[in-house]
Structure formats: C-alpha cells, structure tokens
C-alpha cells in the first residue's frame, strides 16, 4: 500500500498553526471625556451579563437617565486618575501582555477588552489572519462571576460561531486560588508594608455583584473570601486583623455585604480603627474603581470619619511576581500546545 502523502496546500495549512495566549479585560473608555464615556458606558450596560433586566425595562432607562447623567460623572473620575499613556487599566493590561510575551518564546500574546478597543472581535480577527489554530483565553478576573469572567468569554464565543474553521479553545475562568496569585499578592502587601508601614488592619475591597446573581449559583463571593483567606494565611494574619467587602454598587437591588463604602465609614466611629490598609484582590489592573473610588473618595470617607491613615496598596498591575504567576498559569493551561522552545522552561 502506497504511503499517504498530504496535499501541499495541507502542510501548508498545518504549518500556519499557531499558538496564542489571549488577555480579556473589562475595557476602558478611549478618553476621559463624557463623549467617550457615553457609548463605552452604553456598550458595558447594555449586557445582559452585566444588568439582568429585560432589555424592554431597562433600555429606556439606560437611554433616558442613566446615559444623560452618568457620562460627565465618570469622566470627571476618569480624569484625575488617566495617565499621560492613556487610561491606567489599558496602560497595565497592555504591559502585563508585553511582559507575558517575553516569558513565552514562540506563543502570540495579545489583549482584548470586553467593551471598547482592543476589541474581541478585531483582535481575534487579526490572529486568525495571523494563522493562530490554538488559542488560550484568559479573563483578568481571579474569581469568577457572570457578569465579568462570563461576558468575557460570551464575546470569544461570539467570533468563534463564526468561523468556518474554528479555532482551538481553552479558557481560564478563574484562578482565586492559584499559588502564584496568592503570591504576588502577598509579596505586593508586604513590599507595601516594608516602606510605608502596616496598618491597624488590612481591608480586603472585592468588586461587589448583585445578591441575586450568587442566589441563582453565582460562586463569586465564595471565591472572594477564599482568596482573602488563604492572602490572609500567606501573611500570617488572624480574622480580627483583617476584613472581606464588596464596592461599586450600582442601582438599587440588594448587592453583596459589607459595603466598602459603609466599612470605612464604620471602621473609624465604631471599631477604633484608625490606620487603615485597603486592598482590592480581585482587580489585576488599577483603574477608576480602585484609583478614584478607592485610594481617593474612600480615603475622603475614612477620614471624614475619623479615620487618622489611610493606605491604599496598589492592584499587581506588572509586579514581577505576577507576571512570574501569569507565566506559570499559561504554561500550565497549553500543556501539549508549546512550541519546543517553551515545553520544560
């Protein structure tokens, strides 16, 4: 029997398959302006992940009130914290994606946004012209919800439909528990700690979800406090040395508790707390919830409450030892998908 012999235009398709590592984020608005805000705001709100109305009910809301007020309101935020590079969640995401390229030799890295640009749609268009058949998607989300790590991927799966030959997939949809993560964040904590000194307790800010979203089986807060505790452990703390809240409540549904925002307000009056460490684990990139809402109005809150120190400890942003997990959780996830020079490092 005569042995088979693949047609050219086969070796020449098969030799085009590439590898590549995908970073999903939320977005970001292209400037701080509320004619930039608006349709980035339009876009985020207008997913059924992200606000779990019926489309009939909650678009004229969003059109009539919330579009028409929440523009200039986010962008005045947006403008204390943007960089002279553009918008720090953007600046970050795109450095920890460089980073992560030089720790895989031979793999295609790149970063899209869930709402804005980088698009999904667009960056995955230009790696299939690129020739990439496999294809490794992670959401910078630590602790899954639906609304973040789901809508991520609802967009990868979106362009996948449409491929006539789809690419290879696999997906991360949560790391809270990772080693390496865990890791980073305790040696962000302590370097933090090293130079500006420890506070009367440690703050663990998560951002918040609507109650109803974990009552249908949503595990995001179970995941939050997992990572607070085992961060916890890794520092040597006890629970009356630190505390697990929720931030960024939108609307007026039941969302998870202890408010952040309630929490130091509360810290100061009631429980004596004066030096105060905040943290918030399960942003990988600083951006307007941590910058603005966090390191400057919940320091305003803390102090107006009586609060005498307030120290904001920044996310990992392109900490070393997060990239050092980025590339240990990447390599795991493409076992038997690594070019040689990768496979062993």
């Not at 790590?149 to 609802?154: E, N």
């Not at 000194?197 to 951002?207: E, N, R, T, V, Y």
Request: hydrophobic share 40%.
């Amino acid at each position: 029997m005569p042995h088979y012999q693949p047609e050219p235009a086969l070796l020449a398709h098969t030799a085009q398959q590439k590898t590549a590592v995908l970073l999903l984020n939320l977005g970001t608005p292209a400037a701080a302006t509320a004619e930039a805000v608006r349709p980035y705001l339009r876009d985020f709100l207008s997913d059924p992940r992200v606000v779990e109305l019926p489309k009939a009910l909650w678009q004229p809301i969003l059109r009539g009130l919330v579009l028409t007020t929440r523009p200039k309101k986010s962008a005045h935020g947006y403008q204390k914290i943007w960089f002279e590079q553009g918008s720090p969640l953007a600046v970050y995401t795109q450095r920890q994606a460089a980073a992560l390229a030089e720790q895989l030799p031979g793999i295609v890295v790149c970063h899209a946004m869930t709402y804005g640009s980088p698009s999904v749609a667009e960056t995955l268009a230009a790696l299939k012209a690129e020739g990439v058949g496999n294809l490794l998607v992670i959401p910078l989300y630590p602790q899954y919800a639906a609304s973040s790590t789901a809508a991520a991927l609802d967009k990868v799966l979106q362009q996948l439909l449409q491929q006539r030959n789809m690419m290879s997939l696999r997906t991360v949809t949560r790391f809270y528990n990772n080693p390496g993560y865990i890791n980073a964040l305790k040696c962000q904590v302590e370097q933090y700690w090293v130079q500006h000194g420890k506070g009367d307790k440690l703050l663990m800010s998560f951002h918040g979800i609507p109650q109803a979203g974990h009552d249908q089986g949503d595990p995001y807060p179970m995941e939050c406090h997992e990572t607070a505790r085992l961060l916890a452990a890794a520092l040597g703390l006890n629970e009356q040395q630190y505390l697990v809240s929720f931030q960024s409540r939108f609307g007026r549904a039941k969302w998870l508790e202890p408010s952040t925002q309630d929490m130091l307000q509360r810290l100061p009056r009631k429980e004596n707390v004066r030096k105060l460490d905040v943290i918030c684990p399960g942003f990988i990139c600083d951006c307007l919830e941590t910058m603005e809402e966090i390191a400057l109005a919940g320091r305003e809150d803390f102090h107006a409450a009586g609060g005498e120190q307030f120290h904001y400890i920044p996310c990992l942003n392109d900490h070393p030892a997060w990239i050092s997990a980025l590339t240990d959780l990447s390599r795991r996830n493409l076992a038997g998908w690594e070019p040689e020079n990768l496979t062993g490092v």
